[in-house]
């Protein structure tokens, strides 16, 4: 035994913070370095703390500050918008975006299931829904894309639990982001100084009045876009004078004060325990003739030759999952088979490859997949759709992914060409009946 | 799919929220290593701090260099120097706690193993910097080159304290557990 070997095992055990931690790191970062929140390429779950901000400060000042919004600062637009969200004593909050307005990367970004047949495109919508109860110093938030709950957590006084399993904050004050207080503390001030101002827009050819609160500190500033006729909330964006991209805009489902009975303090229901930490893999050349005897059932390709690209290579995949980093057949938990096709020169200007499995947990070259709250899902967090759709994304311009299920298998397919990666898909068939 | 962790810092000067890309790469392998080296509570928030001074100093940042995490493990390092004797505190109440088996208050990470408390007690007394050397190499998995990056040093400074540690750490184990095999360390 070497003694590496034993500095390396030493607290290997360790995990690294959860998903909790991680939203707390990040909203930390986000006060320094800017507004709107973007989610994790693979495993999306985080608050979305400084836009949430924005909104709780919006609407607990309503509730506890109405005079002060009243008291010859305001522009009037201030008071009415004010008025209109009712001030039950815990805010409730619903936020919508195209996840990949949110998601942030070097290159554009795009995320939308596309039907493989129509052609039709949707964007993935991801949703915030937030209760918060100053007064018992809870906070319960719930945060989907493409409809399918990603996390759920629950802050409470004794404690927080969320759907990964995790329970560990220490019990006393309420656990509200730092982000969270120091941008309402700064939205107050906003309140009691008569900084925050209004002016005319319109949005869709709708008119409205952009309530904009300055940023406080390290914050930033915010604006929400209220209808000018009926003073409802409609819009929150950032306000990024230095940043070279336009705002995240997101679109306000709710903002309201509603009895706590209304509210949702249902503690989250733990997940089954996440045991995978890393994944190995390891593939050898075979052939069309044998790849489906070896996967025990028929695979699927795009023939001998798609898009003006020839098959080039197929790869058996041996993928396997352990419960340590780094992977090691000590730790192994479970382990299958996958294959990859390459058309034309992989790495190349010009090519296209086509990985798959029939489970979804693995990961190898050109397979990424997510399994979160018992779904299995495709970049950005969407939840990979029914046959005959896929979920198409890119985080640069010279690389697409689309990821869908056919025939058992899911797929994934990657080309620097959307439209190439496209045609595959649509070129895909089981190697048996093409034989 | 990604680019270069020096891509997404050079846009991060003109479009700060760039940098989110590297803590979204990087966030795990930095705060489970700081939970390796400390306690979950502290290490969490040394994690949240290394990213927060990251961004403050990306603009020093080389970007020849397209693998950002041995800067960010330099700056975990940084930190850390600031919590030697918690680190150290904790280590050697790890390695009591096999030594005295009367002990009514273990310390929460007990071991497990026979060599986790020889290991423990080797780096207790190990000096900062020569810990800091092998835990990069042994747990971030770090080159010599990029410890040497990471915490400004030479790298033939780097390879001699390698060598030094593991000769400390290879002395102990032969001298208290003689004949141990990998699968006795592991369980």
């Known amino acids: ?435 | 799919m990604d680019r270069s962790d020096a891509t997404a810092i050079a846009a991060s000067l003109d479009e700060p929220r760039a940098f989110v890309a590297i803590f979204e790469r990087h966030f795990e392998v930095i705060g489970r290593y700081l939970r390796r080296r400390l306690s979950e509570t502290l290490a969490d928030e040394l994690t949240a701090e290394v990213f927060t001074t990251a961004f403050a100093r990306r603009a020093s940042y080389d970007l020849a260099r397209p693998d950002a995490r041995p800067w960010l493990y330099g700056i975990a390092a940084n930190l850390l120097r600031a919590h030697a004797r918690a680190e150290e505190r904790e280590l050697r109440a790890l390695a009591c706690a096999a030594a005295d088996p009367t002990r009514s208050q273990a310390p929460a990470d007990s071991p497990s193993t026979p060599l986790e408390p020889v290991l423990a007690g080797v780096l207790a007394g190990l000096a900062l910097g020569d810990r800091e050397v092998l835990l990069l190499f042994a747990w971030g998995e770090l080159t010599y080159e990029e410890i040497a990056h990471a915490l400004e040093l030479p790298v033939g400074t780097v390879k001699s304290r390698l060598n030094r540690t593991r000769a400390l750490v290879r002395a102990a184990i032969s001298t208290e557990l003689p004949g141990l095999t990998k699968e006795a360390f592991h369980g």
């Open chain 1, 1 to 435: 035994m070497d003694e590496l070997d034993v500095v390396r095992g030493f607290r290997a055990g360790v995990t690294a913070p959860g998903g909790l931690e991680r939203a707390r790191a990040l909203a930390r970062l986000e006060m320094v370095i800017g507004p709107a929140p973007p989610p994790r390429p693979r495993m999306p779950r985080r608050r979305f703390a400084l836009v949430v901000a924005t909104a709780v400060a919006l609407a607990v000042a309503a509730a506890l500050l109405p005079g002060r919004l009243g008291g010859g600062h305001g522009t009037g637009v201030l008071d009415r918008a004010l008025a209109a969200v009712s001030t039950g004593p815990v805010l409730h909050v619903v936020l919508e975006v195209p996840v990949e307005q949110r998601w942030l990367a070097p290159g554009p970004v795009h995320v939308t299931v596309v039907d493989l047949t129509t052609n039709a495109e949707r964007p993935v919508i991801a949703r915030t829904e937030l209760w918060y109860d100053p007064a018992g110093h809870r906070v319960h938030q719930q945060e989907t894309v493409g409809g399918g709950l990603l996390w759920d957590v629950l802050e409470t006084p004794a404690g927080s639990r969320d759907n990964l399993g995790r329970g560990d904050l220490a019990a006393g004050a309420p656990q509200i982001d730092p982000a969270l207080g120091a941008f309402f503390e700064g939205y107050k001030r906003a309140l009691a100084d008569g900084s925050a101002t209004a002016t005319s827009g319109t949005v869709d050819g709708r008119a409205v009045q952009w309530l904009h609160f300055p940023g406080s500190g390290s914050g930033v500033a915010e604006e929400i876009a209220v209808d000018a006729r009926t003073y409802q909330p409609l819009l929150l964006r950032a306000v990024c004078p230095e940043c070279t991209r336009p705002p995240v805009t997101y679109r306000i489902v709710a903002l309201e004060g509603v009895a706590d009975a209304a509210a949702n303090w249902t503690a989250p229901t733990p997940e089954e325990e996440h045991a995978v930490a890393s994944f190995d893999s390891a593939a050898e050349r075979t052939t069309v003739a044998s790849i489906s005897n070896e996967l025990g059932g028929s695979a699927l390709w795009a023939g001998r030759s798609v898009a003006g690209l020839d098959l080039s290579a197929v790869q058996l995949v041996h993928a396997s999952t352990h419960s340590a980093v780094p992977p090691t057949p000590a730790n192994r938990i479970a382990s299958g088979l996958g294959a990859t096709f390459v058309y034309g020169s992989a790495g190349g200007t010009s090519y296209a490859t086509v990985a798959e499995s029939r489970t979804a947990g693995f990961r190898f070259s050109g397979f990424n997949f997510d399994v979160a709250g018992g779904t299995v899902r495709a970049f950005g967090g969407a939840p990979v759709p029914p046959e005959g759709q896929a979920v198409v994304s890119s985080t640069q311009s010279d690389h697409w992914t689309v990821q869908l299920r056919e025939g058992g298998f899911y797929v994934e397919l990657d080309s620097p060409s959307r439209d190439t990666a496209l045609a595959v898909a649509r070129a895909l068939e089981p190697v048996s009946s093409a034989a």
